[in-house]
């Protein structure tokens, strides 16, 4: 059972998202704010697993809102809402770490696949949570595992009780100066194994962090001699070393993220450099910023379009980050990542060629890129099978001409839905048979064709009650229903209230 914050300031919206949760997850536990600034409150005294948030709301909006929440212990998933198919809010959205961002009104059958997504995604998680609860025990079977929770403690700056300090300088086996050691085993080698091969050098101290469990941490008292090096240089691991501090003990933050950083140098390592690294000699500029540049994601889309199918776009993808990241130190690679993955956002959002799901598949790909990137050269690999999975979805939906023809008629309807369209007369002017048009409109849509201009008319209908006071009989006529009694018909039978119920509603909930 996860515990939910709903986050909007429309409270009809509010009232019916969390309807349809109480109707899908019974069990879940469900909380709501009118805002930002009301969702942070919440969050402070309370830990929510997901959080679903309306992006433009006074007093706070969504995208500040998630900017200040501050790290949870636990996992969460964040789903962004919006009335407004903006690039940027997507963007921004992203880069922020939200799990997915869908547009209003919600599309129940969409909703639920998100929110079965989002549930396996929690899953995993926790589970890997609880992988480096057994991992931390199998460490040394020796120490029990409140020791490792100490540590953990340590290096995150936590450890507070005097109690606590002596205990760590039993477990670490020396006062005053020292170092940290970062290494990054993945899922190469294990922690033990890692640590049976470092002892014989008089490391003995290791422990997996507790935030990224693919980190060993070993402290150590003795200096960095040509034996140890190439001891680390053996375990063919991104190894990160801090510089020594007096005491170690008082300066294990600094000392961790110095170590940290320094590892990080390996991910734009070249085959054959050494994969040990001294924070003293990091080239890592951690405070460099990499600023969007609209003309790399046009190269980007240029190679797409003119992808023959057989050679690589790996040489395009390579010199796009090049030219990115410049003659200037590179950043951290957690910022080089995020600004690849923006420029394939702009790739995708641009090509109006493809249908909304098939740009939302390759989107969520595009927000994936981040998870399991290891190195510089494993960034372009993967940038470029993505690159070139557009550029064969592209290239399909050339071939496809009904696609094509298709799109542009939802882009007809979406325009028009106002007038007197009816299906024949949509099917003849883009030179369809009337019955084939029928048959291609819903395996394209899974909605007849009437269910579609209904369904468009109905949207602005409810958007028009709430945010005007125009009569019915004029939104009925604004709408293209010249019968208003007929417009009610099918404003009951969709939302089981008439028109001027709806409003009055809407209203009240508003007043509250």
């Keep these: 059972m996860y515990d939910i914050l709903l986050v909007d300031d429309e409270p009809g919206h509010l009232t019916g998202l969390s309807n349809m949760l109480h109707r899908l997850r019974p069990e879940y536990g469900i909380c709501t704010a009118r805002n930002g600034r009301e969702a942070l409150d919440q969050c402070s005294i309370h830990s929510f697993q997901i959080i679903i948030s309306d992006i433009r709301m006074p007093l706070m909006d969504g995208l500040h809102f998630l900017e ?9 998933r964040v789903i962004y809402l919006s009335g407004y198919n903006h690039f940027e809010y997507a963007q921004q959205a992203m880069s922020l770490g939200s799990f997915e961002y869908m547009l209003k009104p919600l599309d129940t059958g969409k909703f639920i696949s998100v929110l079965e997504r989002m549930e396996k995604s929690l899953e995993q998680e926790f ?21 490792h929770r100490l540590l953990n403690e340590w290096i995150e700056g936590t450890l507070a009780a005097a109690e606590d300090h002596e205990e760590l300088i039993r477990i670490l086996g020396f006062r005053g100066s020292g170092c940290l050691l970062v ?13 049976a091969l470092l002892q014989p050098y008089g490391l003995r101290t290791g422990f997996a962090c507790r935030r990224e469990p693919h980190l060993l941490i070993v402290a150590s008292q003795l200096p960095l ?41 390996g991910f734009y390592a070249q085959a054959g450099e050494s994969t040990v690294y001294l924070a003293k000699e990091c080239r890592l500029d951690i405070s460099r910023v990499l600023i969007s540049d609209s003309r790399l994601a046009g190269l980007l889309g240029e190679a797409v379009a ?20 410049g003659e200037e130190a590179p950043p951290l690679p957690e910022v080089l990542i995020r600004e690849v993955t923006q420029l394939l956002f702009q790739v995708i959002y641009d090509l109006e060629i493809l249908r909304a799901n098939t ?14 990137i290891g190195g510089y050269q494993e960034l372009i690999a993967s940038s470029t ?11 399909e939906a050339k071939r496809d001409p009904k696609d ?33 048009f029928c048959q291609l409109f819903k395996s394209r849509v899974n909605v007849t064709f009437n269910q579609y201009v209904t369904g468009l008319r109905l949207n602005k209908a409810k958007e028009l009650l709430t945010h005007s006071n125009a009569k019915v009989y004029r939104i009925a006529e604004q709408l293209g229903y010249h019968d208003v009694k007929y417009f009610n018909r099918v404003f009951k039978k969709e939302t089981a209230l008439t028109p001027e119920e709806y409003r009055s509603l809407i209203r009240s909930l508003t007043e509250i």
Aim: with cysteine; aromatic share 6%.
């Design 68 to 76: 200040q929440l501050p790290p949870s212990q636990t996992p969460r």
């Design 127 to 147: 589970n890997a949570l609880q992988e480096y609860e057994r991992l931390a025990v199998r460490l040394d079977a020796a120490e029990p595992a409140f020791q």
């Design 183 to 195: 290494i990054c085993t993945k899922e190469v080698r294990t922690p033990e194994s890692v640590m």
């Design 225 to 265: 001699d040509s034996d140890l090096t190439q001891a680390l240089v053996r375990l063919e691991m991104n190894v990160g070393i801090s510089d020594y501090t007096d005491p170690l003990n008082g300066n294990v933050t600094e000392a961790y993220d110095e170590a940290r950083i320094a590892a990080m140098c």
């Design 306 to 325: 003119g992808w023959d199918g057989h050679h690589s776009l790996e040489v395009t993808v390579e010199k796009v980050i090049c030219r990115m990241l």
């Design 359 to 372: 740009q939302a598949a390759l989107l969520r790909r595009a927000s994936g890129l981040k998870d399991g």
């Design 385 to 395: 099978d993505l690159l070139e999975d557009i550029a064969r979805t592209v290239a």
């Design 404 to 436: 094509k023809v298709m799109t542009q008629c939802l882009t007809y309807i979406d325009n028009h839905y106002m007038e007197d369209l009816s299906q024949e007369t949509v099917a003849a002017r883009f030179h369809f048979n009337p019955s084939y």
